[in-house]
């Protein structure tokens, strides 16, 4: 059990294009998601928290309107990066659990999205 | 806020060698806390966690145990592989912190044959 899936597992796509990013909890619900990204060679950065049936919380300095989440019921949530750059290129990581869905403090980890903007 | 530091790689060592890498966390509640592993090119692993003070996460032979008193949480292995190289993620989850996942830096593990 436990499980978090990602798609797409890689991504290419032109600059100025928009590319989404779907997390689905595979065998439990969860109210709650979280979006990371994380650079070449470091450390997990925490994007947004996604909560279901509201608007997500993002942590400081991330763009809302540049990186879109959607939380559209208790097994999917995803991430649009509106007019990808370059820049944007990077790994994302969903992660979902907790006490909501029955897991105390722990959070499952989705295998991740590679997006290369050219 | 809560964090985790963890110590800078990389680390380098022989195979059969003895590995420590050092965790220390800053949080306001109860938090649990874990060692996540990610290989080359992969997502992240759970490797172990541990929910309560004095608890011993332990898995592959890897083990870390969760010290109140010095808000540590030390991954140690008394034997390295080759294929133990890979990039380690201290990090910490708690209900005050709504659960978010915060991770350390990572350190970078080679092990040479």
């Known amino acids: 059990g436990a499980v978090v899936s990602q798609h797409p597992s890689r991504v290419i796509c032109k600059s100025g294009t928009s590319v989404k990013i779907e997390c689905r909890s595979l065998?439990?619900?969860?109210?709650?998601m979280f979006w990371y990204r994380q650079f070449p060679k470091k450390s997990l950065m925490l994007m947004a928290t996604?909560?279901?049936?509201?608007?997500?919380?993002?942590e400081q300095g991330v763009e809302k309107d540049k990186f879109l989440i959607n939380h559209a019921s208790l097994t999917l949530s995803t991430l649009t990066v509106t007019s990808a750059h370059p820049e944007d290129s990077s790994f994302y990581i969903c992660s979902a659990g907790g006490e909501g869905a029955g897991f105390y403090n722990e959070q499952f980890f989705g295998p991740g999205t590679r997006l290369t903007v050219l | 806020g809560n964090s985790v530091t963890q110590m800078e790689g990389p680390v380098t060592l022989s195979e059969e060698a003895f590995l420590t890498i050092n965790c220390t966390y800053t949080?306001?509640?109860?938090?649990?806390l874990f060692w996540y592993v990610q290989y080359p090119g992969e997502g992240l692993q759970l490797l172990l966690k541990?929910?309560?003070?004095?608890d011993k996460g332990s898995n592959k032979g890897f083990e870390a145990t969760y010290r109140k008193e010095t808000t540590s949480f030390h991954l140690e292995k008394g034997s390295v592989q080759v294929s133990d190289s890979a990039v380690y993620f201290c990090a910490l989850s708690d209900r005050g912190g709504g659960f978010k996942t915060i991770f350390g830096a990572g350190t970078r593990l080679f092990v040479k044959a």
């Open positions: 996604s909560n279901e049936g509201s608007k997500a919380t993002y």
């Open positions: 541990a929910t309560k003070a004095d």
């Open positions: 065998d439990f619900q969860a109210t709650t």
């Open positions: 949080a306001t509640g109860y938090p649990s």
